[in-house]
């Protein structure tokens, strides 16, 4: 086969606070055949995440930074095109790292062959993916169990409203905050959140006091700021947070002051526990069973949010920090 002309977004410089278009470009370059030992694969779908905004910046954090001049990376879903490994046949729909182009070359340990009859294949970057497993791993890691009262910041989201649906698979009562009112809809009629509230117009600590009188049990933490200050005050004793993500921080440019009531950590006696779903990757097996088992029955929604074309992934990326998707943000390529 001949070479294949790909396109592929490149950082071209580190942003400084919200990033925009001038901190990315759209670069083409040829695809060689896939050499002895290698595949040729076409990516169908890519996806975006907040985290990604960590890797843009210079210093290193839990994952090492994207390079300059380089094309950027993510998960994504492709076809394999052409195959010179016993591995992979033709036809295969596998998952990597190596999203934010339309074709490259790898060798097998890079690619994660996946079924392909399940529909949509973008759900291997949402609720079966890497946020599904995150929602899936920050429940189980404070034993969220039924009858505890759980809330949820940023829960119209990919890893959010996977989350609280798993929360209501396991008994519980969910709360969510949000930043619109179709996502307040989307929450209740599509997700089943007992209580939802958008963030924007109304006070998230009246909002959870209306809620949850007696306090909630859990506090599932997208945000951080705001969000995190009015968990710690409405947490009961010995109550859990999953610190998963802090959106609200991750395009400032200066360090923000902490919860001004952190020393309810203190008197509720609560727990609080980091999550970094590679960590987890050990139990992925078990993720995939109970997750694809609650997907394949019908009663795990999956919601994503899709553009076309890889043109309009950097604008999709950006999009996340305005609040743009419902569900999981994909970009379709082919």
Aim: glycine share 12%; net charge negative; aromatic share 8%.
């Amino acid at each position: 086969m001949a070479s294949i002309t790909s396109r592929e977004i490149r950082l071209v410089s580190r942003p400084q606070g919200m990033p925009t278009a001038a901190n990315f470009a759209l670069a083409q370059t040829e695809v060689g055949p896939p050499l002895e030992g290698q595949v040729l694969v076409r990516n169908l779908y890519m996806s975006v995440d907040p985290y990604m905004r960590g890797r843009m910046n210079e210093g290193k954090s839990y994952v090492s930074p994207f390079q300059l001049g380089q094309p950027l990376e993510g998960g994504a879903v492709g076809e394999v095109i052409e195959s010179r490994t016993p591995a992979f046949s033709p036809g295969d729909i596998v998952t990597s790292s190596l999203g934010w182009r339309e074709y490259f070359t790898a060798g097998p340990e890079a690619l994660h062959l996946v079924r392909g009859e399940i529909q949509p294949l973008s759900v291997y970057l949402g609720t079966m993916g890497m946020t599904g497993m995150t929602a899936w791993a920050g429940l189980t890691m404070v034993e969220v169990k039924a009858g505890d009262i759980v809330f949820i910041s940023g829960a119209a989201g990919a890893v959010g409203s996977v989350a609280g649906q798993l929360a209501k698979l396991r008994g519980c009562r969910v709360i969510g905050a949000a930043g619109s009112a179709e996502k307040i809809r989307f929450l209740k009629e599509d997700c089943g959140f007992d209580e939802a509230f958008n963030y924007k117009t109304q006070s998230a600590v009246e909002s959870l006091n209306q809620a949850a009188p007696e306090g909630i049990d859990v506090y599932f933490d997208n945000v951080g700021g705001e969000m995190l200050e009015a968990a710690l005050a409405t947490l009961r004793v010995h109550g859990r947070i999953i610190a998963c993500g802090s959106i609200s921080d991750y395009n400032t440019t200066s360090p923000q002051p902490g919860p001004t009531n952190l020393f309810n950590m203190i008197t509720k006696r609560l727990t609080m526990k980091e999550l970094i779903v590679s960590d987890w990757l050990d139990r992925q097996a078990e993720f995939k069973q109970e997750v694809g088992d609650y997907f394949r029955a019908g009663r795990l929604k999956h919601e994503e949010t899709v553009v076309t074309g890889i043109d309009q992934a950097v604008g999709a990326f950006l999009g996340l920090f305005e609040g743009r998707n419902i569900g999981k943000m994909v970009v379709k390529l082919a």
